[in-house]
């Protein structure tokens, strides 16, 4: 094998399908070990697999771990990176930067320890340890194998004053604060906004709701599944209002957020089930938005929903990617004990 | 059968299923032929399927136009409504009004000839002439039957000036130029935006070229597959330069319309292929903005593609409704030649 084929900073160069697609579409990529000279090769130590991902193993497998390690085992074999078939969706991992190519823009060098803030569905990705110390019953993987990055991924410096676990969870969600307190900030100009966050009570929801106050909102509702994650969201003190609605109910989701100060200008939608665009549509005031960051999120379910109950609504693609992202992230936490709490909670 | 279940201005009443959903996101709708207070009833003259959905069971059933009638039969049948379970869409009906409920909001009046610019996907439904008029091998359907609208459907009444067939295809994708004129307007705010139109040449990319014309776009770049599609557009005069790039090759579009004068500050996607989400997110300037139209946009293609490649680009999903939007995509194709020439070639 030679690296004779020029790098492109997408990682095209690594795609092995037959016709030009980015690594993210692809079905399989090239994992050689030797790097293109804008390339960076990281040491695994942990995965992070997507939320909506592991889920859906999960209830595949009904639970059984040993199968779950299989089938994230045998997908990585047959892809050459991590990508649920299924939900499309990837994660993230953590590792420590083992070579450098001598024209990679990333700014790293070795023996950085780093998290990669671009999804584990475009990653060339190697397991060398056959996930032998995962039980398969939870979406944190300790791994070792490596994994490559291109010139235009990012990957973030862990910080010294966090625990890795915390840090990596927070950067696995950092594109939902950034892109809300964007949104938040563009109608504070005007008028402060009432947000309300479904899933305001998990990573990305209470995250989302910290960025919403940090950037001018009015009135923040969280909106969580039952009462036991009512109770928590209540003890983080991160919204005005706590609303219990099953979110894939659309009209109960409207009146419950309806009954508790909205509708909302701005909602976010944070929980990783399918189902919930008619509800989220139902409970944004007209000329709202409604950002999407679940990877659950059915594009014609959104769009032909929105047209189908004649509402004007600014419907926005939760894109992972803010300038800025993890260190916004990552000062929400360090800066809001309750945000802290709920996540170590979930660690 | 009674009505006695009160009626919800979504069309709630009329789900089947077990479970709390909206019209759209059900599996099955009540056709009874007795209305609710707030709706109405249509008698269905012409269905006009959604493009990615005609395609999709084109390509399924090879051509055979029978088989594609017998199937379009068969999912209205069952599901009391046109959507397609492999797109999720639908498409739109041409009809005159047979019968209005007494607390109907939407104005309309026995034997107006409307469209409905709602989906199919949630309109029930019911075909009373085994589609005999129709061959299958268009999108196009004559057919005699009925449909009921609720009390937050939409439905336009007919111009005098213009074919049906003409103006039931302009409204079809008239959620499209009006979307595209208000994010056009937000950026010419402040500086022209140039604008690229991928599938310039078609209905719906035709109309948002004209859009972003009206709108104050400075460069307008159309988009499409191949040299034939290239002069029809050329001979339309709606775009200062006419692409040919395969969109579903992200490196071909990125830099077929970086030659063109990109990268573009919006891109609209109004192509019916999926796979095009890389190549969108490519072609636009950071801090530009990506609005998906295509029906067979995935939504984590587009959140994951554009982490994957670090784009800070706003991605807007493609609402069919904008509040007067029929009228405006009317107005577009009465003051431009170029735009209903190309229309007309298509009916």
Known sequence: MTTSVASDPTGLHRVLDDVAVLPQAAARLDTRRELWPDEVRVRVERL????????????????????????????????????????????????????????????????DRVATLVSLTLTPLVIEDDLARWDGRSEQVPCDGYAVLFGRSIAAVLPDDLAPELSLAVMDVCGAPALTARVVRQYAATRRPTVAVIGGAGKSGSLSLAAARDAGADRLLGVVPHEQEAERLRGAGLADAVVVADARDPIALRDAVTAAGGPADITV????????????????????????????????????????????????????????????????LRANDGVRRLFEERL
């Open 48 to 111: 992070n697999l997507d939320a909506a991902s592991f889920r859906q193993l999960e209830r595949k497998h009904d639970g059984d771990g040993d199968a779950v390690r299989a089938e994230v085992l045998g997908i990585v074999a047959a892809r050459g990176k991590m990508q649920n078939p299924e939900t499309g969706s990837g994660g993230m991992l953590v590792g420590t930067v083992e070579a450098v190519g001598e024209e990679s823009p990333l700014g790293l060098r070795v023996g």
């Open 269 to 332: 939608v944070c929980v990783d089930v399918p189902g919930c665009e008619g509800g989220a549509i139902l409970a944004t005031a007209e000329g709202g938005t409604v950002i999407f960051f679940s990877m659950a999120t059915s594009f014609p379910a959104a769009a032909l929903g929105a047209e189908g109950l004649a509402a004007d609504v600014t419907m926005l693609v939760g894109n992972g990617y803010v300038p800025g992202h993890a260190a916004y992230a990552l000062e929400l």
